[in-house]
């Protein structure tokens, strides 16, 4: 056994425990239980020390403890509460390698010279994971495995000493780290205990031919264990590439001008780091504090990786926006100091690719694509429209309009069905004016609650102008909302009215009236 | 095609190759220049350009008016019913073409697509600013039919002529709505002329169609009306 490979393991007991606790705000000395499948899979130590276990059900463990505070598991909380941690091991010794969220292994050799020792590395990481708000023991081994059994007893194994160390271990303790173990060990655990092994060393001590012939691969990889022979070293991960850039200004930017200026170098920065990176960046996040420590974020979400002018326009835009407000009190109250972009979301360069033939009438939908880009440069982000078809009854609301740039979503499902819809043909002007329906004698007309006018419609006034009405058809009682308390209550229907027009010859106008909070409202012309 | 047309026919004699060569290139500046631009990457010229590249599909309500199609890099000025424009903005983006609406907020896209446009070819322009006659101008790179609402404005001949220039060289036509364009090629006048209601009782059916009547009257075409 070369002294080559020596390994650290931190293990921080009762990790998902420690993170609901963390989670829910209360102090680490709390009563905690994690239940999975109601069942307790862990608790934290005040909670063990009333007598909470492994495996209680819920309501029983409730009982020992009445206390107790029972959260549902969440490995996504877990891995999220151990991040920080990470984070901390990360800036003590680099690259380490986490197992599972409450376990970390590293190798220690280089941190071991740089800090002297390796009880200094072990006295060092322990100090900086309390700083962080979490407790936890440290151990060290020459393998992997082993160190990490030696973290959940605290212990430095000598160099040369793993078979020793684990030996005296009994048998159950094989299955007791599922990051290490296969499927079926505890299994096996329960069956080399019910053949009379013991401990990890009666076991190390069977022949390895005998192991792999009745006990399958997976007790094959117990047994190198049990014997402390060489194993996997920690697979550190790389530190995630920054993918940001930023701009300290200098003078301060007040101006939308020195912005657009300061916008396009930034995003060519941002950009080569984009580029080392090999990823293009779809959600874009812009920065800026200003001299009175202000810090204005926003973020912007496109359908396509952004290119370099594509940044840039949007540093401007944003800082045109945060620097021209209408609203005063919106408004900054100095000038910019800091400009950051950051790629808050990348997808891979292969997606940039463009095909090799170029699909049909791609290179048109390209060239369009740069004309609408350029009048969105030239009025702003949401000069350019983009429509998509989207669910709903009116005519209106049938039509989602997005900036370009913007990811095209409809605010509702086009494709489920919509029963009340105006049928074909749809209005082609679309208008929201009050107007005035009234019946012969010159009464307005009202929707009733069972969905029918009040009197027969005879004419429509339109900002002054009486017109009679030739023909009209509904109402068409709209019962949609009715559950949502922000919409204002009241029916809503729709009508469609032909007016009568002076001269013999011509058909007069087809309009779509829409009812709604006690007052009607000309929505569309045919024409 | 020169050589082309010389190891063709060997014993043509000097005159009469040269007169030949000279009508060819008569015929293919009148090809570029009045038809329309050949579209970039074609940069070489035939001599009559296929007939897809030059004009623009119409709706079949334009059809008995407008029997050669939609020329490109045309400008024409439309009045009355918002049908019109919306039925040849469905028309070019239905068969492949891009299309901005530039100056008109109140416009009802539904019935475009109802009309059978491909909306992920179109693009809303609602507020162009102080000057949409510029964003139409700028649109013209990319697109292959505008439609323009100047809000009351007319265009002078003088402004007009570098647009209608740009516009032949980019291969883009240009709809003028809501407004005057002076030195245009074309003016179509559409009015509604009669409603098609399932019931003719009031209080019952609903409007089933809408019945168009198109005027067309220009340089480029003959007087005619089509219902």
């Known amino acids: 056994m070369s002294v080559a490979s020596r390994v650290l393991a931190i293990w921080c007991m009762d990790w998902p425990a420690v993170a609901a606790a963390a989670a829910a705000g209360l102090p680490a000395t709390s009563p905690v239980a994690v239940t999975l499948a109601n069942r307790v899979i862990a608790c934290s130590s005040a909670a063990r020390s009333v007598g909470v276990r492994r495996g209680l059900r819920r309501r029983e463990a409730s009982a020992r403890c009445p206390q107790l505070h029972v959260v549902a598991a969440d490995p996504d909380r877990d891995a999220r509460f151990f991040e920080g ?100 060990r505890a299994d096996l655990a329960d069956l080399l205990w019910r053949m009379g092994i013991r401990t990890i060393g009666q076991f190390a001590a069977l022949s390895r031919t005998d192991v792999a012939s009745r006990f399958g691969a997976d007790a094959v990889s117990a047994h190198r264990f049990a014997r402390g022979e060489p194993e996997r070293g920690p697979s550190g991960r790389e530190p995630p590439a920054e993918l940001d850039a930023v701009l300290q200004c200098d003078p301060p930017i007040d101006r939308v001008d020195a912005a657009a200026f300061a916008g396009r170098s930034l995003a060519s920065a941002l950009h080569q780091t984009l580029l080392a990176a090999g990823v293009g960046c779809t959600r874009l996040a812009v920065h800026a504090v200003t001299a009175n420590g ?151 007309i009202r929707v009733t609650s069972r969905g029918l006018f009040s009197a027969d419609p005879a004419r429509l006034t339109t900002r002054g102008r009486d017109n009679r ?36 010859a011509d058909p007069g106008t087809a309009l779509l009236l829409c009812y709604r909070q006690r007052r009607w409202y000309l929505e569309g012309i045919y024409e | 095609m020169t050589a082309m047309l010389a190891s063709e026919q060997p014993h043509l004699n000097r005159a009469d190759q040269l007169k030949q060569l000279r009508r060819q290139m ?89 009309m059978g446009a491909d909306l992920s070819r179109l693009a809303v322009i609602p507020d162009p600013g102080t000057d949409p006659v510029e964003v139409a101008a700028v649109l013209m790179d990319g697109m292959d039919l505008i439609v323009l609402a100047l809000g009351g404005r007319s265009v002078p001949m003088t402004r007009a002529r570098a647009v209608v220039a740009r516009a032949q060289q980019k291969g883009c036509t240009l709809l003028v709505t809501d407004g005057d364009w002076q030195g245009a090629s074309m003016r179509l006048k559409a009015r509604v002329s009669g409603y098609e209601t399932t019931s003719d009782k009031p209080g019952f059916g609903r409007i089933s169609k809408v019945r168009l009547e198109v005027c067309a009257a220009g340089r480029a075409i003959r007087q005619a009306r089509a219902v």
């Open chain 2, 26 to 114: 008569a015929g293919i500046s009148e090809a570029s220049g009045k038809i329309g631009s050949p579209r970039r990457g074609h940069a070489h010229v035939d001599d009559l350009l296929p007939d897809s590249e030059a004009r623009l599909p119409v709706p079949q309500l334009l059809a008995s008016v407008l029997p050669d199609a939609l020329p490109r890099g045309a400008v024409a000025v439309l009045s009355g019913a918002r049908s019109l424009p919306l039925s040849m903005v469905a028309a070019v983006t239905a068969a492949g073409g891009n299309a901005a609406i530039v100056g008109q907020p109140n416009v009802g896209l539904l019935a475009a697509v109802e």
């Open chain 1, 85 to 184: 941690v990470v984070a901390v091991v990360d800036d003590v010794v680099p690259r380490a390698e986490v197992l599972r969220p409450g376990l970390v292994v590293l190798p220690v050799r280089g941190a071991a010279r740089f800090f002297g020792s390796e009880q200094q590395v072990a006295e060092r990481l322990t100090d900086a994971v309390a700083a962080a708000g979490a407790e936890c023991q440290v151990g060290m081994a020459d393998q992997l495995p082993t160190a990490v059994f030696a973290a959940r007893a605290g212990r430095v194994v000598p160099p040369g000493e793993d078979a020793r160390f684990l030996s005296a271990l009994s048998i159950r303790q094989l299955a007791t780290e599922p990051s290490l173990s296969g499927p079926g």
């Open chain 1, 294 to 444: 202000e810090e204005l974020t926003r973020v912007w979400r496109c359908a396509e990786p952004l290119t370099e002018d594509a940044t840039a326009d949007r540093v401007r835009w944003q800082l045109d926006g945060w620097l021209n407000t209408r609203i005063v009190v919106d408004r900054p109250t100095a000038p910019v100091v800091q400009l950051r972009l950051q790629a808050v979301e990348v997808v891979s360069a292969g997606a940039l690719q463009l095909p090799l033939w170029g699909g049909l009438g791609e290179e048109d939908r390209m060239r369009a694509r740069r004309a609408l880009v350029r009048v969105q440069g030239l009025l702003g982000p949401e000069a350019v429209q983009v429509p998509t078809l989207s669910g709903g009854r009116g005519p209106a609301e049938r039509i989602t309009l997005t900036p370009l740039g913007d990811e095209p979503v409809p605010l509702a499902d086009p494709n489920r069905p919509w029963p009340g819809q105006l049928p074909e043909p749809s209005p082609t002007v679309l208008l929201d004016d009050p107007v005035e329906l009234l019946d012969a004698q010159g009464n307005s």
């Open chain 1, 469 to 504: 009405l030739h023909w009209w058809a509904g109402p068409w009682p709209v019962d949609e909302r009715w559950w949502d308390p922000d919409r204002a209550g009241g029916r809503t229907a729709r009508v469609q009215v032909l007016l009568e027009s002076e001269r013999p």
